[in-house]
């Protein structure tokens, strides 16, 4: 199975600046067909998981701008480049390149401090 | 717009079983791979089980795997997921899924294992 290790687990962000996480895959995510499979999801406390971004860089639509991702292999990072308060949450990396099983990273908690 | 829909979540004594149900609009039913994940109570994301467009294929994950059975009704959009011999650690929120990617989630449904 493909392990998805996120860091850092807890991420306190002051309002208006820039916050960083980063997974990694224990294998590469580069698919057969050349795509990379590596998906960011946002959960506020009490909601269902939402999708920002697929395919590494590619935010969904909805999604602010300032949510970005980028990465190769097995070396991901999501980007937001002025934290709001709606940002609070945790956020998981998602590998759907090799499986089954799908994999998840542990989650980031990001809180404004 | 995009509507999924569980149901059929609830309090089940270890060892017993109960069948989730996810009605899906939105969307044409039939293009999709749809797919069940679950959150454990504080804890994180995890992928259970997937079933191909026409029910040909199915992958479930190992810690289900010969007590759960995913399936689908193309004709009532509609996708199911019977769970038999439950364990304490089933306990979970349990969300209905659009596609491998994951691109939209239902509410979810709380299942409870408990005596």
């Known amino acids: 199975d493909v392990v998805m290790t996120q860091s850092p687990l807890s991420l306190p962000v002051t309002l208006g600046q820039p916050a960083s996480i980063s997974c990694r895959s224990s294998?590469?995510?580069?698919?057969?067909?050349?795509?990379?499979?590596l998906n960011w999801f946002h959960q506020r406390p009490g909601q269902s998981p939402r999708r920002l971004i697929y395919?590494?860089?590619n935010r969904d639509s909805g999604v602010p701008e300032r949510f970005s991702g980028s990465g190769s292999g097995t070396d991901f990072t999501l980007k937001i480049s002025r934290v709001e308060a709606e940002d609070v949450g945790v956020y998981y990396c998602?590998?759907?390149?090799?499986?089954?099983?799908?994999?998840f990273g542990q989650g980031t908690r990001l809180e404004i401090k | 717009e995009v509507h999924l829909v569980e149901s059929g979540g609830g309090l089940v004594q270890p060892g017993g079983s109960l069948r989730l149900s996810c009605a899906a609009s939105?969307?044409?039913?039939?293009?999709?791979?749809m797919s069940w994940f679950r959150q454990a109570p504080g804890k994180g994301l995890e992928w259970v089980a997937n079933?191909?467009?026409?029910?040909?294929?199915?992958n479930y994950a190992d810690s289900v795997k010969g007590r759960f059975t995913l399936s689908r009704d193309n004709a009532k959009n509609s996708l199911y997921l019977q769970m038999n011999s439950l364990r304490v650690e089933d306990t979970a929120v349990y969300y209905c899924?659009?596609?491998?990617?994951?691109?939209?989630w239902g509410q979810g449904t709380l299942v409870t294992v408990s005596s």
């Open positions: 899924v659009r596609e491998i990617a994951a691109r939209y």
């Open positions: 939105g969307f044409t039913f039939t293009t999709y791979w």
């Open positions: 079933i191909k467009q026409d029910g040909s294929e199915k």
């Open positions: 294998q590469s995510l580069v698919d057969s067909d050349g795509n990379t499979y």
């Open positions: 395919k590494v860089s």
């Open positions: 998602m590998q759907p390149t090799l499986w089954p099983p799908i994999t």
